[in-house]
């Protein structure tokens, strides 16, 4: 068997992901090539030292109940690097006080268990309570924007005080943009099978606290969410080393094109182009770069891909000298309602929600501001959006002391926007691209943003290709 040659086109943890699982399959004879088009490979994971301390400035944390990171940290023989939060409980900033996460929700929308009386109205609990007494009628099998759906049932305040800023952290995106369907699907399939209500379909779908109702002691058990010690980085050059790739950094991908029984990528310049020919190809690039290389190829995959749309945010991680932070409240954080005259859209106090992140004493938070089509108001310098995050952290928490240090990343274009219809788009893209050999595409734009869900993607990408270059490569 000749050796295959792969190009994939994205070093973010898909690509890396996908590198990786593609070194496992095909063993080491396998020239693998991770094209990058910035100076270092995460996308939008990135670690970075704030006051001495590796800190990420990116995704923080990935859901433990999925398998997919911790089955990858034990394969890399990082398993001892894993961590979860301490018990530090959520906050939420809502009708200019800022309360307990209100228990009872299924990501904002109330269950009949829903406490909500320090978070909504007198009006907005009325509109609650008598939800569940409107008749609903629900089409199985339609997508709807899940915030249009929750003004129709609750009023204003449900979608703005509790959906807004619980989902607005995981999409940095509005809840009145974002598809039913692909952000809460159990909630759409409870719908599908008949609740009378959208507060019965979320009860039905969100599963009795522990020790109640028949399903207690039963589904799954320990931390929901986990983290890595030394943040992100420590994955990505595990990662990078086990894959054994060769990472071109500053390289960008002009076209993508069929040639023979395998593709040929033209790098660079116009000026002066190259050309790189290959047996396969993943790409674990975001949708409009996914669009643009596919239009040729792939048309019907490039139209769909072209549909996602992005947000931009921005992160703003500062260190203070514990004195100076004193009036921080013992939370893992606050989400900030849409409502709210706050320019950030939530606040983690990392020191308190990660044990390890304060063991020197210092305290450290991360501000992060803009949503879906905000991303003018981000095109200020760095010095201004620290001092947005400072002037709101003076609102929260009365904290007014200079940082120690301040860490500014902007993330433009960093997550697709799952909007209605997107589970049809996704569709669209994998069946079009599954009727081309030796081509997979992976990434957040897919099935999910979280990092489990790159992995999953690039593990099922890698090995689409792999049964394809096994056979194609053979004498």
């Not at 028949?214 to 980085?233: D, L, M």
Request: net charge neutral.
């Amino acid at each position: 068997m000749s050796a295959a040659r792969i190009a994939v086109v994205g070093g973010g943890i898909s690509g890396l992901a996908a590198a990786h699982r593609l070194r496992t399959l095909l063993g080491p004879a396998a020239e693998i090539v991770v094209l990058e088009q910035r100076d270092r490979t995460g996308g939008v994971l990135h670690t970075v030292e704030l006051a001495g301390m590796p800190f990420d400035v990116g995704a923080e944390a990935f859901l433990a109940r999925r398998p997919e990171v911790p089955a990858l940290l034990d394969e890399l023989g990082l398993a001892d690097r894993s961590v979860h939060p301490t018990g530090a409980s959520p906050s939420i900033r809502a009708g200019g006080r800022t309360v307990g996460l209100p228990p009872g929700t299924m990501m904002g929308v109330p269950t009949s268990r829903a406490r909500l009386h320090d978070v909504l109205s007198p009006a907005g609990l009325a509109a609650v309570a008598a939800e569940p007494e409107r008749p609903l009628a629900w089409e199985p099998g339609t997508d709807v924007s899940l915030g249009g759906l929750l003004r129709e049932r609750f009023g204003p305040e449900v979608p703005e005080r509790l959906a807004d800023p619980l989902l607005g952290g995981v999409y940095a995106g509005r809840v009145d943009a974002l598809g039913l369907r692909a952000t809460v699907p159990a909630l759409a399939a409870a719908l599908d099978a008949g609740a009378s209500s959208l507060t019965a379909a979320a009860t039905s779908a969100t599963p009795p606290p522990a020790g109640r109702g028949p399903a207690a002691g039963s589904g799954s058990t320990g931390p929901v969410f986990g983290g890595i010690r030394g943040g992100y980085r420590v994955l990505l050059d595990a990662l990078g080393s086990a894959s054994a790739a060769t990472v071109r950094f500053g390289t960008s991908v002009r076209s993508l094109e069929r040639r023979g029984a395998g593709w040929r990528l033209v790098l660079g310049p116009t000026t002066r182009p190259e050309a790189l020919d290959v047996d396969a190809v993943v790409l674990a690039v975001p949708a409009p770069a996914v669009r643009k290389l596919l239009t040729g190829p792939v048309p019907a995959a490039a139209s769909a891909a072209g549909e996602v749309e992005l947000a931009s945010s921005v992160v703003v991680a500062l260190a203070y000298r514990a004195a100076e932070a004193a009036a921080l409240p013992p939370t893992s954080g606050v989400l900030i309602a849409a409502d709210e005259p706050l320019s950030i859209k939530a606040a983690t106090h990392s020191s308190n929600k990660w044990a390890h992140l304060g063991a020197d004493g210092l305290v450290r938070l991360r501000v992060s501001t803009g949503r879906f089509g905000e991303a003018a108001g981000l095109q200020v310098d760095d010095d201004e959006l620290v001092a947005r995050a400072r002037a709101d952290l003076a609102t929260l928490h009365g904290i007014t002391a200079a940082p120690v240090e301040a860490v500014v990343q902007r993330w433009g274009g960093g997550l697709p926007q799952y909007s209605v219809g997107h589970l049809d788009r996704v569709r669209r893209i994998e069946q079009a691209v599954a009727g081309v050999p030796g081509l997979a595409v992976a990434g957040s734009a897919l099935h999910g943003v979280g990092v489990p869900a790159c992995i999953a993607t690039a593990r099922a990408a890698a090995e689409r290709i792999a049964a394809v270059v096994q056979v194609t490569t053979t004498p």
